[in-house]
């Protein structure tokens, strides 16, 4: 399976910490994207960063990607209770798959206490 | 802009039961998809679209059929509920490499 796995399952700061979670995938990507879900509602695109790319950034949000270890970072700067959210990444094939498909690990669990 | 729009928002059925999951997107987008959202499992693909026409298999489709009604819309129907499908669905459409999702619909079949 190309599915990520997003680690720590969980994490819990305070507010102004910052927060990192990681990805680990298996087989070789053409991107990677991070998304956001708050409780209740539907996924939203935060970031992409593609494979030939090693950081990227925006606003509070950087993304690193490490293809030689198959593995990517979240780093979310100055956290804000409004953070607080599941945050999935999904890969890309790199071949194969032309139509869009995206494997969406299970996710990490932030919360960010006042 | 309403982008991804999916009724209902919630569903109780008892096995055996069928119904069908609609979705609808006003972005003009090519790509639609399909995926459910268990506890500990993440999302996972039940069905795509890549254009008006046509349907295609991902992941998880046993027990699921759709339909490509035109560019806008895409269902999803469940002919024999069963209470394995009891999960999230949630329905995308795709601008670019990226997926516009819409709040989803919570599924129970008793």
């Known amino acids: 399976s190309q599915q990520g796995e997003e680690d720590p399952q969980a994490l819990s700061i305070q507010e102004g910490e910052n927060a990192t979670m990681n990805c680990s995938y298996k087989?070789?990507?053409?991107?990677l994207q991070w998304y956001r879900q708050n409780s209740g509602r539907g996924l939203v695109h935060l970031i992409l960063?593609?494979?030939?790319?090693r950081e990227k950034h925006s606003g509070r949000l950087r993304v690193t990607l490490d293809t030689s270890k198959k593995s990517s970072s979240l780093l979310i700067t100055a956290s804000r209770a409004a953070d607080t959210a599941s945050y999935f990444c999904?890969?890309?094939?790199?071949?194969?798959?032309?139509?869009?498909?995206?494997?969406f690990g299970r996710g990490t669990q932030l919360t960010v206490w006042p | 802009n309403a982008g991804v729009t999916q009724t209902p928002k919630f569903q109780v059925l008892k096995t055996g039961q069928s119904m069908t999951l609609q979705c609808a997107q006003d972005?003009?987008?090519?790509?639609m998809y399909w995926y459910r959202q268990d506890p500990g499992m993440g999302l996972r693909l039940i069905y795509y679209?890549?254009?008006?026409?046509?349907?295609d298999k991902g992941e998880v489709p046993n027990g699921y059929n759709v339909s490509r009604l035109n560019k806008r819309e895409f269902s999803l129907r469940l002919e024999s509920a069963a209470p394995s499908q009891t999960s999230v669905y949630f329905c995308?459409?795709?601008?670019?490499?990226?997926?516009?999702f819409g709040n989803g619909t919570r599924l129970t079949v008793t």
């Open positions: 995308a459409s795709r601008s670019g490499l990226t997926l516009h």
């Open positions: 087989t070789s990507i053409n991107n």
């Open positions: 960063i593609r494979s030939n790319e």
């Open positions: 999904a890969t890309a094939a790199d071949r194969g798959s032309t139509l869009g498909r995206l494997y």
């Open positions: 972005m003009n987008h090519n790509s």
């Open positions: 679209s890549a254009s008006e026409g046509t349907t």
